[in-house]
């Protein structure tokens, strides 16, 4: 497969850069929180854990079964669910610098040997098909300008009847607001996130990879608190990018993480898709 370097080299310099920041801001994770529920979350780490967890019992995983986690991070939603599932895993990253710190915390836990980490792009994997059980990918498919490319990859790498589950952003409605757009455009930009669909082009961007869409459900209400908790921690966190970032690019990066939390004409979906589990299964 032929995919674009410089888009997948812009993703990684986003990382290279901001991945310390990121996890001291997101509760030791690379992405948002579920606030929802009967209980609602007090902090953004238990939101975090949350959100992995809603994720990952979508995979349906059995003890045994093998893995993969698609934009792995710094590995901690990969070994939260390679523990509490009792499956082998193995995560994907751009960063070499988050594959270091991914290995290291699988060492730390004394997960090294059920547990793996390697630099590769989403859509063009180096693992041979029909090797995992089960795929997820939290707020890393939204870097991927073409959805059904990455949707492709990771099908060919699960085997028959394997799900995969992904957080990805939806656009609920027409953004009509031109300030409301740009928000939207700076937020894109700072973090090299890719346009975002509708939910029926989403949907039939998943079914153009040969998936089945099982579940698309709208939890942005429920996630929305993440982008002011994130904010207010980054700007606790500035020393972490001092010598990376001007003060300037750093207020124009948080504010607008900030203002995109409150676009509500974009959803925060979770896509449930399943390989067929015949090659006629339509």
């Not at 959100?51 to 901690?76: I, M």
């Not at 939260?80 to 995560?91: N, P």
Request: glycine share 8%; hydrophobic share 40%; net charge negative.
């Amino acid at each position: 497969m032929t995919v674009d370097g410089s888009a997948a080299d812009s993703v990684r310099d986003v990382y290279e850069r901001l991945t310390d920041l990121m996890a001291r801001a997101m509760g030791g994770y690379l992405h948002g929180g579920y606030f929802g529920g009967p209980r609602p979350a007090t902090t953004m780490a238990e939101a975090a854990d949350r959100l992995t967890d809603l994720v990952v019992e979508r995979c349906e995983l059995r003890p045994g079964q093998r893995l993969l986690d698609v934009g792995c991070g710094n590995g901690k939603a990969t070994l939260r669910a390679a523990a509490a599932h009792r499956v082998r895993a193995s995560g994907i990253t751009l960063s070499d610098y988050q594959v270091r710190l991914s290995r290291e915390l699988a060492a730390q836990r004394g997960m090294a040997d059920s547990v793996d980490f390697w630099v590769a792009d989403m859509r063009d994997m180096p693992f041979p098909e029909a090797l995992f059980d089960a795929a997820l990918a939290i707020e890393s498919v939204c870097h991927v300008p073409d959805r059904t490319a990455a949707y492709r990859e990771i099908g060919r790498v699960l085997r028959p009847g394997g799900r995969v589950v992904v957080t990805d952003f939806v656009l609920r409605r027409p953004i009509e607001d031109p300030a409301r757009k740009a928000v939207v455009q700076a937020s894109n930009d700072n973090f090299e996130n890719a346009p975002v669909l509708t939910r029926e082009e989403y949907q039939q961007a998943v079914a153009d990879a040969g998936l089945r869409v099982a579940e698309f459900t709208d939890i942005g209400d429920e996630v929305w608190p993440s982008f002011a908790a994130v904010a207010d921690n980054m700007r606790r966190a500035r020393d972490v990018v001092a010598d990376r970032m001007s003060d300037a690019e750093f207020r124009d990066m948080v504010d607008s993480l900030e203002r995109f939390g409150t676009v509500t004409e974009i959803g925060y979906a979770v896509v449930v898709a399943r390989k067929p589990a015949q090659p006629r299964e339509t």
